[in-house]
């Protein structure tokens, strides 16, 4: 998260996606992050997963982490729609809005597809 600080605004308008150089060794969404909640949850997730990719990198992708605790998440909101879920609530928010934005539309219909039959 402080090498994503001294990224410049030049390499803020390159595309952030996984496979740009510039981004793929730093933690670079918190700067766009419009609450201090969605914050919170971006800096714990990030620390939680990079502490596991380190340790354990040949067998890890960055975000796999992220991708099962999102998954996890989802199959819980689903199975408790009436649940308040408030993490899956900010996960599922955009950045825009003060979410994280980590919860897209295309992966939350293929779990419903699974899940609401």
Known sequence: ?????KI????????????VPQFDELIWGWRILKSETA????TIEHFMQQTLYKTVKSDWEK???????????IIDKLKNPNKPSPI??????????????WISDKRL???EKVFNK
Do not use: P
């Not at 998260?1 to 600080?5: E, L, V």
């Not at 914050?39 to 971006?42: L, Q, V």
């Open 1 to 5: 998260m402080n090498k994503a600080t």
């Open 8 to 19: 410049s605004d030049q390499d803020m308008k390159l595309a952030k996606k996984d496979g």
């Open 39 to 42: 914050k919170i949850h971006s």
């Open 63 to 73: 975000d796999d982490l992220l991708a099962a605790m999102a998954d996890a998440a």
């Open 88 to 101: 899956f609530d900010l996960w599922r928010k955009t950045k825009a809005v003060g979410g994280l934005g």
């Open 109 to 111: 219909q293929e779990f």
